[in-house]
């Protein structure tokens, strides 16, 4: 156990600083957000593959097939280089409980243990099929982030069987409700900060034209539409091309602007504040020598992409 930390620490020491290196070269936000997410897979996918090799090992086979999904921003193969990696352990509704409660323990030493003796911030859950259904009905946020799920390890079949039959769910359970909801949550964020893309200190996240309002457009075009990516809905038209290229960039804009100030902090944080803002905008390419004047490029810049997405947001709300 301890060689295989100290390889997990290797590893995650030795591509944490390649990535790095690629941002601060100026590799676009949307490929380092890819990569961080990549690097999570690869070391998720040999310790989901030892565990069962181990119980092999000890017991026989294993008593259900399961399967490791990645949610929300990890399912989505999006990881800024502080973000939460959320994950779900997925068993057939046919599991026996007395066979799981020992199998899954087993999991969790194997995988969960390293990971956390890593001190990766990961969010876990454990759930069969009928589980998965009855909890994305009574929590939004389940259901969301359930919309974005991917495999990760582990049985593909039974991870095709909960994709083709969520994607009806999502499709069919009241679409029109989820879409109120999400409305809903949109207009309470966003007034909660400001009602305005012209914060001093924005939130990249949850501010007003953030990376949340471009992801909700998402996820509603999703469940009411059936699209899975935004190009979409050019086709659809729901978007001109035009629009769907200015919504992109932004977001991409944003994510690399996300990318360096989770770089630069020792903590998870959204805000881009006063003191680092000015440091924040030479990271990212902002070589004017006077400090005011490069944080009022920067600034120019990035309220500029926050309104593109908070336009083009509402238009796809409003379509």
């Known amino acids: 156990a301890a060689e295989r930390l ?34 999570i897979d690869r070391l998720l996918q040999p310790l989901f593959a030892y565990a069962l090799e181990s119980w092999r090992r000890q017991h026989g086979e294993p008593p259900t097939p399961a399967c490791l999904i990645g949610l929300g921003g990890y399912g989505r193969s999006e990881l800024n280089p502080l973000s939460d990696i959320d994950v779900m352990f997925l068993y057939p509704s046919t599991a026996k409980a007395k066979d799981l409660v020992k199998f899954q323990e087993h999991l969790s030493n194997e995988i969960l243990y390293p990971l956390w003796d890593l001190r990766l911030k990961i969010g876990h859950s454990t759930r069969t099929l009928t589980e998965v259904f009855a909890e994305a009905g009574r929590d939004i946020r389940t259901k969301t982030s359930l919309l974005e799920a991917r495999l990760i390890a582990g049985s593909e079949s039974l991870y095709e069987n909960f994709a083709t039959t969520y994607r009806q769910h999502y499709l069919t359970e009241n679409p029109k ?35 949340r309002d471009y992801q909700n457009a998402l996820w509603m075009a999703r469940v009411r539409l059936g699209v899975t990516r935004l190009d979409e809905l050019v086709d659809q038209r729901y978007l001109q091309a035009g629009e769907l290229r200015d919504f992109k960039r932004a977001y991409h804009f944003l994510l690399r602007v996300r990318n360096e100030l989770h770089y630069m902090s020792k903590h998870p944080t959204d805000v881009l504040n006063l003191e680092i803002q000015p440091r924040l905008a030479a990271n990212v390419g902002y070589a004017q020598p006077a400090m005011l004047d490069r944080v009022e490029a920067f600034m120019q810049d990035y309220y500029g992409h926050a309104q593109i997405i908070y336009r083009i947001s509402k238009i796809i709300e409003q379509r």
């Open 177 to 211: 409700g989820y879409i109120a909801a999400r409305l809903t949550d949109q207009g309470s964020r966003r007034l909660q900060h400001g009602d305005t893309v012209f914060m001093q200190e924005p939130d990249l996240k949850n501010g007003v034209g953030g990376l």
């Open 6 to 39: 100290a390889a997990c620490q290797a590893y995650l020491k030795t591509e944490g600083e390649r990535i790095q290196a690629k941002h601060q070269a100026g590799e676009p936000g949307q490929k380092i957000v890819a990569a961080i997410a990549t690097k």
